[in-house]
């Protein structure tokens, strides 16, 4: 069964006061990478695959987007999402990314950020999202990087005096169900190595365009722990190009 935890009330309402649920994109450390590496959104059909609050869908929309569909499992999240929608060409959809089907060759890009690590198969996903996505159409991902999922705990390792001491790496080849915690509470999520995720692209009819490992731009290194966020990726985000 696929796990919800954004539906738990007491979950949902820590999640909801992170910076990246109160500010929107300008509250996500990744944002300005991830954004250089979005498609042209104009006259296009969009899918966001676990679209939480809904901020990139809008965002497509106000860049032109002539539809764009909004996935996601968490009935609390789609009503924040449609709270703050305010265009007639986005519609949301309650469903898990798995069993989420569309019509083949219905959409020019498919977009997910930082959902696809709570699903365990990527090849299925892969598969999926490839049939769906017209003839040179984007696929444009974010992660949990594979460094920051491997050992499962996704803390780091602290000193006597409680400082960090480092980060560790763990496990790495045996991909599969990891239980961090997240807010306080125990979350499922999947860890997959860096060569499941390029291969699981080039071996299923994509083309890589580009990758990146983002760090925090300099106007948030204020923020406190923001710094340490430079001692070890905590992201990946993949744009490919469906070439069939």
């Known amino acids: 069964m696929v796990e919800n935890r954004y539906d738990d009330a007491d979950f949902f309402e820590k999640y909801s006061q992170m910076d990246r649920s109160v500010k929107g994109l300008d509250g996500a450390g990744e944002w300005q990478t991830l954004q250089t590496m979005l498609p042209d959104f104009s006259g296009k059909?969009?899918?966001?695959?676990?679209?939480?609050?809904?901020?990139?869908?809008i965002y497509a929309a106000e860049h032109g987007a002539?539809?764009?569909?909004?996935?996601d499992i968490s009935e609390k999240m789609l009503e924040q999402a449609r709270a703050k929608t305010e265009f007639d060409n986005i519609h949301y959809v309650k469903s898990s990314i798995e069993a989420a089907e569309f019509n083949d060759n219905q959409f020019d890009s498919v977009i997910s950020s930082l959902a696809l690590h709570y699903v365990e198969s990527f090849e299925q996903i892969t598969k999926k999202v490839r049939r769906m996505l017209k003839p040179g159409g984007k696929f444009v991902f974010s992660v949990e990087h594979p460094v920051f999922t491997a050992e499962g705990s996704g803390d780091w390792i602290y000193d006597a005096r409680h400082e960090i001491d480092h980060f560790p790496v763990d496990h790495y080849f045996f991909e599969g169900?990891?239980?961090?915690?997240?807010?306080?509470?125990?979350?499922?999520?999947?860890?997959?190595?860096?060569?499941?995720?390029?291969n699981g692209l080039l071996q299923n009819g994509f083309r890589i365009d580009s990758l990146a490992e983002p760090i925090?731009?300099?106007n948030m290194m204020e923020?406190?722990?923001?710094?340490?966020?430079?001692?070890?990726?905590?992201?990946?985000?993949?744009?490919?190009?469906n070439e069939k």
């Open 216 to 218: 925090p731009p300099e």
């Open 177 to 198: 169900k990891r239980t961090p915690h997240f807010l306080g509470e125990e979350v499922v999520k999947y860890h997959k190595t860096l060569t499941t995720y390029l």
């Open 45 to 57: 059909e969009v899918l966001d695959l676990g679209c939480g609050f809904g901020w990139h869908c």
């Open 66 to 71: 002539k539809s764009v569909v909004g996935v």
């Open 223 to 241: 923020i406190p722990g923001m710094k340490d966020e430079l001692r070890r990726p905590m992201m990946l985000i993949i744009a490919a190009t």
